[in-house]
């Protein structure tokens, strides 16, 4: 299994307000099964010694590409030098990472929930594609800031089986408020969740669903190694506090009764 390659950048675009959606393609892409992995991009400068981890979004097969959305900083950022890279270049790429969300469990009587809040929505996509593919029913509930930030509705909506509802903070885009609030106008009990975006997302996610044994949460943290070497990015274990969990290597995708949010 290969674990770092140099990926060559199919395309680039800024796909909304300071959000560019990224292709690569290689080899990596045959190891990529699992929605919710990342994988670790080192920008091309040489003061900016650590790796971005960035979710995959989704990926082709055949073509053996790969796309990735991310959120732009500030001219003093790495994502900022990432966004000027152009087609034809290569990046290191370090992948795929981590731990994604379980599917086979799911089956197709199933309803299953997906939550995602901002830049957490991408690695919904593909893990919406395969739960689709098992023919269950699935409600999307994505949140956003407001409609210039908003991402990947249409390919949401274009796949079978899936129901989906968007709310932004400020009402510039479908429901007015929080995605939390789309949680409480729910009709039907869901068999699975699944969730990635900010912690008070989160933490309004597995409040509500506490009980329910399919529950997977994913969790961000500041990373170096990205390969579980250097405790960089230690969360605690809910079961054990003591026992510290690496977000990198133990996730990003957690068990929502696993792990302290
Ligand atoms: P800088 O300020 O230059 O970063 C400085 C250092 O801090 C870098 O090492 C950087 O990696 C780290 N850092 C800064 N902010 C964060 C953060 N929020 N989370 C983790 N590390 C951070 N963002 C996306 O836009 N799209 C995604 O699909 C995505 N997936 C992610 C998946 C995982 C598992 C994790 C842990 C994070 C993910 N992020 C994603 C967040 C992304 O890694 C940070 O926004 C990005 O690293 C910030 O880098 P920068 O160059 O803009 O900022
Ligand atoms: Fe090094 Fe997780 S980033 S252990």
């Given at each position: 299994m290969k674990l770092q390659e140099e990926m060559l950048i199919v395309s680039q675009k800024e796909v909304a307000e300071d959000i560019f959606e990224l292709v690569l393609q290689g080899d990596l892409v045959n190891d990529m099964e699992i929605a919710g992995q990342f994988l670790q991009l080192k920008v091309p400068s040489q003061d900016l010694l650590l790796r971005r981890p960035i979710s995959i979004s989704s990926w082709n097969k055949q073509e053996k590409t790969c796309t990735l959305l991310y959120r732009r900083g500030d001219k003093t950022t790495g994502t900022y030098l990432l966004s000027k890279m152009v087609a034809g270049q290569a990046i290191d790429i370090l992948g795929p990472l981590g731990k994604g969300f379980p599917v086979d469990e799911v089956t197709e009587t199933d309803h299953v929930l997906i939550v995602g809040g901002g830049i957490g929505v991408p690695p919904l996509y593909e893990l919406a594609k395969q739960l689709s593919k098992k023919g269950?029913?699935?409600?999307?509930?994505?949140?956003?800031?407001?409609?210039?930030?908003?991402?990947?509705?249409?390919?949401?909506?274009?796949?079978?089986?899936?129901?989906?509802?968007?709310?932004?903070?400020?009402?510039?885009?479908?429901?007015?408020?929080?995605?939390?609030?789309?949680?409480?106008?729910?009709?039907?009990?869901?068999?699975?969740?699944?969730?990635?975006?900010?912690?008070?997302?989160?933490?309004?996610?597995?409040?509500?669903?506490?009980?329910?044994?399919?529950?997977?949460?994913?969790?961000?943290?500041?990373?170096?190694?990205?390969?579980?070497?250097?405790?960089?990015?230690?969360?605690?274990?809910?079961?054990?506090?003591?026992?510290?969990?690496?977000?990198?290597?133990?996730?990003?995708?957690?068990?929502?009764?696993?792990?302290?949010?």
């Open positions: 269950c029913q699935i409600t999307v509930l994505l949140g956003f800031a407001r409609a210039e930030v908003k991402i990947l509705e249409e390919q949401f909506v274009q796949l079978p089986n899936v129901q989906v509802k968007v709310a932004t903070d400020n009402g510039s885009y479908g429901y007015q408020g929080h995605v939390g609030h789309l949680l409480n106008q729910l009709d039907q009990e869901a068999d699975a969740v699944y969730a990635c975006g900010a912690s008070m997302m989160l933490k309004a996610v597995a409040t509500k669903f506490e009980s329910l044994e399919r529950l997977y949460l994913s969790m961000e943290a500041r990373m170096a190694c990205g390969i579980g070497a250097c405790y960089a990015c230690v969360v605690p274990d809910k079961k054990d506090p003591t026992h510290a969990l690496k977000v990198c290597q133990d996730g990003p995708v957690f068990k929502g009764n696993g792990v302290v949010i």
